[in-house]
């Protein structure tokens, strides 16, 4: 069974541009989660998404945002782009509100 | 505000020793899991724990839970160094969300 798929794996952005990350979760599993993990503030939730729905959002701006699609795919997008952005951006399945299936994330550099 | 918290932020230990992390929390829990990054990759799932379990194993690795000290420790037995990693614990806030504490950074020393 495929693993958790983030792509793409490395990018380099510079400030006040837009990203979109990508995360194909494991097959069967409905729920996807999202978290942003820095040196400074550790893993912190973004949000979660089950069945094209967002259940639960952390507290970060609304430059932040996410969608699931039907077969359970989700992106995320940051707009505007900051400096304190640059991060390892996780993604991560569940098949239901339990273990966390992680991808191997997403690094995400702002100049 | 970040739910669980690790304890000691690094650990430094030989090969053959055991390595003991702990993790504290605020609030009522429906379970508590222990998770492994080793640098820079995704997180990988150890062992989750209920919260009306008191102990559990799962081969080199023991949980405790002490709900009423709202505590969790985490043991590594006869560490290797392919157990150097970064170790989380994380609480399930009933069904809101995941909170991951800071987690303690252990380098085993061959």
């Known amino acids: 069974k495929a693993g958790v798929t983030q792509t793409p794996r490395y990018l380099i952005k510079t400030r006040g541009q837009q990203v979109t990350l990508s995360c194909s979760p494991i097959?069967?599993?409905?729920?996807v989660s999202w978290y942003q993990q820095t040196p400074g503030q550790g893993l912190q939730f973004l949000f979660e998404?089950?069945?094209?729905?967002?259940?639960n959002k952390g507290n970060f701006p609304g430059r932040f945002s996410g969608r699931q699609f039907s077969n359970s795919r989700s992106e995320m997008n940051v707009s505007t782009l900051e400096l304190g952005d640059s991060a390892l951006y996780l993604c991560?399945?569940?098949?239901?509100?339990?273990?966390?299936?992680f991808g191997e994330g997403s690094r995400l550099t702002v100049l | 505000s970040q739910q669980g918290e690790e304890d000691p932020q690094a650990l430094s230990i030989q090969e053959g020793e055991n390595a003991t992390m702990n993790c504290s929390y605020k609030?009522?829990?429906?379970?508590l899991q222990w998770y492994r990054q080793n640098s820079g990759r995704g997180l990988v799932h150890l062992i989750l724990?209920?919260?009306?379990?008191r102990e559990k194993h799962s081969g080199r690795l023991r949980v405790t839970l002490d709900t009423s000290k709202k505590s969790s420790s985490l043991l590594i037995t006869a560490s290797r160094a392919a157990d150097t990693a970064s170790y989380f614990c994380a609480t399930d806030n009933y069904g809101q969300n995941f909170v991951f504490g800071p987690g303690t950074r252990l380098s085993v020393l061959p």
């Open positions: 609030t009522s829990i429906n379970n």
């Open positions: 991560a399945s569940s098949l239901v509100f339990g273990e966390l299936f």
């Open positions: 097959s069967g599993h409905r729920s």
């Open positions: 724990i209920r919260s009306n379990e």
């Open positions: 998404y089950f069945s094209e729905t967002q259940r």
